[in-house]
């Protein structure tokens, strides 16, 4: 019976990543349970990225909510995440 | 007054969150300093930004490099963003956001920035939310704060950081990073 599936704050990318890494260092889990914990403390998180800008660029976010339950932010509820940069394979054509 | 200016200068550097007991100052002490948020816009050339962003934060020159990257790809389409050099992190610093943040909140997004750069190493890639869908691994991940949001959805977290001219100027917004399955670079796991 195989347990239900846990969601994963980690983004989208590294998930899919890890599935293709069949042994992981002990360094690269350590960073990426690292990751996971600091990530978890973003409620109902979600990611979009935004694609079509010149030169190529597709901006990438990783966004939720701050939570006074899970990470004592007080002060400062509200949103916060990450944001990334790529670069399109279009940009070539 | 030697001593005193040399004081303050220690005391900005010293992170809030590393000492100990850190429960609200007893009257009579000097309240913690105010962590330091600039106009993104205001950001000085890549190597003063190298130079000063080692000294202040000690991070690895990939981490910094890859920071500065990916700010100045928003540097020229936002004017509602900010940065906190200390910390790494960037700051929407739109109408109704708060001009200040905790230094626990500051200290929070850092350690993700860092904790990020550390994994997409790992990964060999520049960016954890881009993965290796990107063409170029130059663009680090950077913390970042939005604030309220009346509804959370990437519509509004766009508005928020000034940068909602995009979707006026045909981008589209589509989920986060796409699956690799299909990604040439996947034989590298196998």
Redo the contacts between chains.
């Keep these: 019976m195989s347990s239900p599936a846990v969601p994963s704050p980690?983004?989208?990318?590294?998930t899919?990543?890890q599935g293709?890494?069949?042994s992981p260092?002990e360094?690269?889990q350590i960073?990426?349970e690292?990751?996971s914990q600091?990530?978890s403390?973003l409620e109902?998180p979600?990611?979009?990225?935004?694609?079509?800008?010149s030169?190529?660029?597709?901006?990438?976010?990783?966004?939720?909510?701050?939570s006074h339950a899970r990470?004592?932010?007080a002060?400062?509820e509200?949103?916060?995440?990450?944001?990334?940069?790529?670069?399109?394979?279009d940009?070539?054509e | 007054m030697a001593c005193s200016n040399y004081l303050s200068v220690l005391q900005s550097h010293l992170n809030p969150t590393m000492i100990p007991g850190g429960s609200p100052p007893s009257p009579g002490m000097a309240p913690a300093p105010k962590p330091h948020i600039i106009p993104l816009n205001a950001l000085n050339s890549k190597s003063e930004f190298i130079v000063q962003t080692s000294a202040t934060t000690h991070a690895p020159p990939a981490l910094i490099h890859g920071v500065w990257n990916t700010l100045s790809v928003l540097t020229s389409r936002s004017t509602s963003l900010s940065y906190a050099p200390t910390h790494c992190t960037l700051v929407a610093s739109g109408d109704g956001n708060k001009a200040e943040l905790a230094s626990h909140t500051l200290s929070f997004l850092e350690e993700t920035t860092r904790a990020s750069f550390e994994v997409a190493s790992t990964l060999l890639c520049g960016s954890v939310l881009a993965g290796k869908t990107s063409e170029s691994d130059e663009y680090g991940d950077v913390g970042l704060w939005i604030g309220d949001l009346k509804h959370g959805t990437a519509t509004d977290v766009l508005k928020r950081l000034g940068l909602d001219s995009w979707l006026k100027q045909g981008a589209k917004v589509g989920p986060g990073s796409p699956s690799l399955c299909t990604s040439s670079v996947l034989p590298l796991y196998n």
């Design positions: 980690l983004p989208a990318a590294v899919s990543i293709y890494v069949s260092s360094t690269s960073h990426l690292a990751l600091l990530l403390n109902s979600f990611e979009f990225r935004v694609e079509g800008l030169g190529g660029y597709v901006i990438y976010f990783l966004c939720g909510q701050l990470g004592g932010f002060q400062d509200g949103y916060a995440g990450l944001v990334g940069v790529g670069v399109s394979a940009l070539d």
